[in-house]
């Protein structure tokens, strides 16, 4: 139980309760449970010879059994004969599938409860309760010659943690409960069959919603011990952490998001660190990191960092902002966390091309200044609904918008419903120049190196000379001026996998606040070259127009960064 709470700490998960089924609150309940089940005659003694599972505790019939093993655990069964407690399951079949039938979301996914019906449908035995007493388990009243069979006792802790035969008033609070979530493993036989038939038989309410999830795979492969290949989220979280320099809270923040949208709850998923890193690029630092970066910069370079009266031109975006808060809040309710997060960045998406199309650096250089307090503003807008719709699945992160965006003092007490109101900006607070929350994953800084001269190229080069250039589309990330070079601009640009530095000398045709989000053409392999301090790792390739200013190489369709150019 410690290390489970050494766990739960470790990724900023907490709890209202943690209950141990060797606790007094919850021994007495189990106790009091079999005892009423047996007056009442759900529970009788009888003798079993067949199949049994020792590890799991599980008694089998041989269509249960694969290729002569335990299904849940593929090991070796044994042959017994005892006398044990059963539990009249035979006795709810029909009961349980009305209920099924009749409530519709009682068990989801969709899909899973069809095992269910089939499961039900094929015919329910009475199961055994007790096992033999070794030593350790929950007596069974009366009969210190067994204990009570591990599920029995495990299953009934929802009870006896929300408060029943203890605290009435606690208990009439709680139960039922909303939703409760379970590995599909123990979905269909334990969680969907036997644990509603147990409350059928106390009188007690069923849980409005059961969900069984899904499984993660790693690289393809079936996480286990003997493979050793399990990961702990908390290292990985910290192996992030060191290499991103991001907080640690944050980069726990960007598992979760992983986790909750690459795969719908309820599937089985697969786990790789480069779809992981991928994710962490593609979404946080560029979609998530650029809305906020951009945006803030901006406030700062315009405004001196203090938020301006629009005058009438901000909402530009509140119809985007109210659609995706209802999008996000259905998808949520469903259980569909992923179709939710999608929404999010999707408006996110939307934020980015709305500052790209409206161009507010332009509107800086023609003095519209109203015009250009509207589009920033609005922007403002998009990265607070950003904040508290992600705070369910990245709640670091999300407190971290906020203070970034100088609403801390507030934020904790704006609520979904808030979303689309007026934000509780104020002009009178400075806010701070953009702090990268997740900053790019790549190619280590390379070691400065001096500049060595190229080879002029001759007139004419064959075919094996051309193909020795490593030509590809790259991303802007970023853009500033070099102090000191006119001419000169500092580059950090997105090839895919990694992330670089460039020197490029198209400052006088180029501002760079116009080119985050751009495409340009990139000779990746040439040597690393050190200009005015700082290491360029590769040139960018653009065309020159009449005066010699440098016009940008851009695709006419929409690419990946990485492609090659051939």
Known sequence: AEDFKQVWASLDIKYDDFIRTTEPRHTKVVEAIFTKLRD?????????????????????????????????????????????????????????????????????????????????????????????????????????????????????????????????????????????????????????????????????????????????????EKISKSKGNAISPAKLAADLSEESGARRDVCLDAVRYFLAREVP???????????????????????????????????????????????????????????????????????????????????????????????????AKEGKTDELAGVLCSALEVARAAAIMISPFMPATACEIARQLGIEDTFLEQKWADIDKPAPFSPARKIQGPDPIFPRLGGKRKEETKVTQQPQAPDKINYDYFSKLDIRIAEVLTAERIKGADKLLKLTVNLGEEQREIVAGIAVNYDPDTLPGRKIVLLTNLEPAKIRGVVSNGMLLAATDADGGAILLQPDKDVHPGANVK
Request: hydrophobic content about 35%.
């Open 40 to 220: 009442a005659g759900d529970v009788y003694e009888g003798s079993y010879e067949g199949w049994y599972c020792v590890p799991c505790e599980t008694f089998l019939t041989d269509t249960e059994l694969v290729e002569g093993k335990c299904p849940s655990c593929d090991r070796d069964v044994e042959w017994v004969e005892e006398t044990n407690y059963y539990f009249r399951l035979s006795s709810y079949g029909d009961r349980l599938l009305k209920h099924i039938e009749e409530t519709p979301g009682f068990l989801q996914p969709e899909f899973r409860k069809n095992e269910v019906v089939n499961f039900i449908k094929q015919g329910l035995r009475d199961i055994s309760i007790t096992r033999d007493n070794k030593g350790w388990g929950i007596p069974v009243p009366g009969d210190d010659s067994k204990v009570i069979y591990v599920w029995f006792d495990a299953l009934i802790n929802y009870i006896s943690a929300t408060g029943y035969l203890s605290d009435d008033r606690r208990f009439e609070s709680l139960w039922p409960a909303d939703l409760q979530l379970m590995g599909k493993d123990i979905f269909v036989r334990f969680h969907c069959t036997f644990w509603p038939a147990m409350l059928m038989a106390l009188d007690l309410a069923l849980p409005k919603v059961l969900f069984g999830h899904g499984f993660w795979t790693i690289n393809g």
């Open 265 to 363: 709850l309820g599937h089985d998923g697969d786990f790789s660190i480069k779809s992981f890193r991928n994710r962490f690029n593609s979404d946080l630092a560029n979609d998530l990191g650029n809305l906020l970066n951009r945006t803030l910069s901006m406030l700062g370079k315009y405004f001196d960092g203090r938020t301006p009266d629009p005058k009438g031109h901000s909402g530009q975006m509140s119809e985007v902002i109210a659609q995706t808060a209802h999008a996000a809040q259905e998808s949520c309710d469903k259980l569909e966390f992923t179709r939710a997060i999608e929404s999010i960045w999707q408006m996110i998406g939307t934020g980015n091309k709305f500052v790209n199309d409206t161009e507010p650096w332009k509107l």
